[in-house]
């Protein structure tokens, strides 16, 4: 059973499984076998709205680091999601076609974004922040999003 | 003869957001060009306020909801007061459809946001004709 870090900001709850890694943009990658399998933070896709559509990068697709392995239209922003790792895309979420809402309802889980192949894995994980790092990014980048509204 | 029952409109209270703007606009749309005769526009303002009024309109009249994004707080709210939502829309979905007509701007929605809505209403149209042709007793 995955265990969660979880904070409340203002009026808004956000979670943060400890059994995967996350860059500071909010993707989150955690290993499937011999993939790494990424999506979207609880934070990333509740700051970000309602998502209409998410254009995840066919299979075969080669990424770096940063490269976007999607595109994400909300009905507030359009974003572009980058890869926490380089490798290649090697299986995408069918969801994503059909019901890119999935995201939204279940970030950790049912809405995975795609599979990557690593090329380098233990070396990208070191750029990467474990969960205790990125609940505490995460939450910084909430107050200050709340501080801004007030 | 009894006089065709009128059908309730309850778009999304949004404000501030473009969505909710293209549900607004749409539910005048209907309400005031389309089908004048034949719909009420609730605002969903006045059902959190437990407006007796428009209470009491809901009691006796099927209503349509609009809403804005996933939350769907105009369905809630109908059902909540005890209405019968007879077709619920989203404005979400439509933009699936019409992936070119992308909502932007809040107090003045832009071109594609503006045909956005006036595709919703047409949708809204259509719900509210097929009550009609159940007949009175639903519609």
């Known amino acids: 059973m995955t265990d969660y870090l979880e904070t409340q900001v203002d009026k808004f709850t956000f979670k943060v499984p400890t059994d995967r890694y996350y860059n500071s943009f909010g993707v989150w990658a955690k290993a499937e076998g011999n993939h790494i399998r990424i999506g979207l933070s609880d934070y990333l896709q ?61 970030p950790y889980g049912e809405g995975w ?38 | 003869m009894s006089e065709p029952k009128r059908v309730i409109i309850v778009p999304c209270s949004g404000i501030g957001k473009s969505f909710g703007t293209v549900s607004r606009v749409a539910a005048y749309q209907v309400t005031e060009d389309d089908r004048p005769d034949r719909t009420q526009l609730i ?15 809901l009691a006796e009249n099927p209503a349509i909801t609009i809403d804005g994004c996933q939350l769907a707080c105009a369905t809630k709210m109908v059902r909540e007061s005890g209405g019968e939502v007879r077709k619920e829309l989203a404005v979400l979905e439509c933009f699936r459809r019409h992936r070119d007509l992308k909502p932007q701007g809040i107090g003045e929605l832009n071109e594609g946001g503006q045909k956005l809505a006036s595709v919703l209403a047409e949708e809204v149209d259509a719900a509210v004709d ?4 159940e007949g009175p007793e639903n519609a």
């Open chain 1, 113 to 150: 974004l795609c599979e990557i192949e690593p090329l380098d894995w233990e070396s990208d994980l070191k750029n990467l922040m474990d969960p205790d790092a990125y609940f505490a990014h995460m939450k910084q980048q909430a107050e200050e999003e709340v501080n801004k509204n007030e």
């Open chain 2, 130 to 133: 097929a009550l009609n042709q």
């Open chain 1, 46 to 106: 509740q700051s970000s709205g309602d998502i209409a559509f998410a254009d995840v990068r066919p299979t075969g697709t080669i990424l770096a680091v940063g490269d976007e392995a999607s595109d994400i239209e909300t009905i507030k922003v359009d974003i572009s999601i980058p890869s926490p790792l380089a490798g290649k895309i090697v299986r995408v979420n069918p969801l994503m076609e059909t019901e890119p809402e999935t995201i939204n309802q279940d």
């Open chain 2, 43 to 57: 605002p969903l303002s006045l059902l959190v306020l437990g407006d007796e009024e428009a209470l009491a309109a």
